[in-house]
Structure formats: C-alpha cells, structure tokens
C-alpha cells in the first residue's frame, strides 16, 4: 500500500512540474510574440520611413487633384447652365454684358450694389479660409514627422533589432540540457 501512495505521489509531483512547464512555456511564448512583434514594428517603421512619407505626400496630391477636378467639373456644368440660359433668354446676353465688360447700366430706373476692392478682397478671404480647412487625414503623423531625423531612424532600427534579439535569447525556446535536468 505504501508502494501505492509513493507512486501516486511521484505521479502528482510530476504532473504537477509538467502543468507548471506548460505554464511557463505559455509565458514564454507570449512574450517572445509581444517582444518581436514590438521589435519588427519598430525595425521595419524605421527601414519603411521614406516609403511612408512618400505615401503620404501622393495621398496630399491625389486629394488636392481630386479637389481640382470637382472645381472643374463645378465650373463646366455653371457655364453649361449659362449657355442654356443664354439660348433660352436672348435678353440675358444684355444684362450679362454690362457685369462683364464693366460698363455702367443705362436704366434710370434700376439701383446697383457697388462693392469696393476692400469688401472683395475681405469676401475672397473668407470663403479661402472656409475651403482650406484640411482634414486631420492629409497631415503626417507625429511619429513619421519624428521618423524623418536620421538619427531617431537609426536609433529606432536599432531598438526593434535589440528587441528581436532578446525575444529570440531570453523567450527562445527551452533548452534541451534543462529539460534533461528536471526529468531526473
């Protein structure tokens, strides 16, 4: 009987030092994913640096390319509309003239606006202002505009090679000799 419980007892202590193992090795792998996943962002941020920015600069250009082409688009369709007034109303090739070419109205009976260059120039600034306000998306993040100095690029290359080498020594896996050892 003693033989019985000596043999469940060395049969608990080594399940018990398996469980604790596998613990240990869920542990270990955890962190050896955390470490390198940390250390290849960092190493491959600092290799990608230039390619990001230039991405970013195209993404800038594509959106004010793209913003062109809505103006131009807007700008053919009014000038659309007024050629269509213009075929249907013979009388606005009159009014419109006067605006256009700067001459003063003959009709007595009519009051016209003045506005001055001061007033115009006030106008055009603020609708400038209201159509310049760019989206948080167009600007570089603050880590890329960091990025860009050479010498935090070199010193976040080396610390995302740092940090795979030390995932790779102290989370790497167990060694043999170790495992040997507490079989024994």
Same mark, same amino acid.
């Given at each position: /009987? +003693?033989?019985?419980?000596?043999? #469940?007892?060395?049969?608990?202590?080594?399940?018990?030092?398996?469980?604790?193992?596998?613990?240990?090795?869920?542990?270990?792998?955890?962190? #050896?994913?955390?470490? =390198?996943?940390? &250390?290849?962002?960092? *190493?491959?941020?600092?290799?990608?640096?230039?390619?990001?920015?230039? !991405? !970013?600069?195209?993404?800038?250009?594509?959106?004010?390319?793209?913003?062109?082409?809505?103006?131009?688009?807007?700008?053919?369709?009014? !000038?659309?509309?007024?050629?269509?007034?213009?075929?249907?109303?013979?009388? $606005?090739?009159?009014?419109?003239?006067?605006?256009? $070419? &700067?001459?003063?109205?003959?009709?007595?009976?009519?009051? !016209?606006?003045?506005?001055? @260059?001061?007033?115009?120039?006030?106008?055009?600034?603020?609708?400038?202002?209201?159509? +310049?306000?760019?989206? @948080?998306?167009?600007?570089?993040?603050?880590?890329?505009?960091?990025?860009?100095?050479?010498?935090?690029?070199? /010193? *976040?290359? #080396?610390?995302?090679?740092?940090?795979?080498?030390?995932? =790779?020594?102290? =989370?790497?896996? @167990?060694?043999?000799?170790?495992?040997?050892?507490?079989?024994?």
């Amino acid at each position: /009987m +003693s033989k019985d419980i000596n043999s #469940f007892t060395h049969k608990g202590i080594r399940e018990l030092r398996d469980t604790k193992l596998r613990r240990q090795n869920i542990i270990r792998v955890f962190l #050896f994913v955390v470490f =390198f996943s940390i &250390g290849a962002a960092a *190493l491959s941020g600092s290799i990608l640096c230039a390619d990001l920015l230039q !991405y !970013y600069h195209n993404k800038r250009l594509l959106k004010a390319e793209k913003e062109l082409s809505n103006q131009l688009k807007s700008l053919n369709s009014d !000038y659309d509309a007024l050629l269509q007034q213009l075929r249907d109303d013979p009388n $606005l090739i009159k009014r419109i003239a006067l605006v256009t $070419l &700067g001459k003063e109205p003959d009709d007595a009976n009519t009051i !016209y606006p003045k506005a001055t @260059a001061e007033q115009l120039a006030a106008a055009q600034k603020a609708l400038k202002e209201e159509t +310049s306000d760019d989206p @948080a998306e167009t600007t570089l993040p603050r880590w890329l505009t960091r990025c860009r100095e050479s010498r935090r690029r070199t /010193m *976040l290359f #080396f610390a995302g090679a740092g940090l795979i080498l030390i995932s =790779f020594i102290c =989370f790497g896996p @167990a060694k043999e000799k170790s495992r040997k050892k507490t079989k024994s």
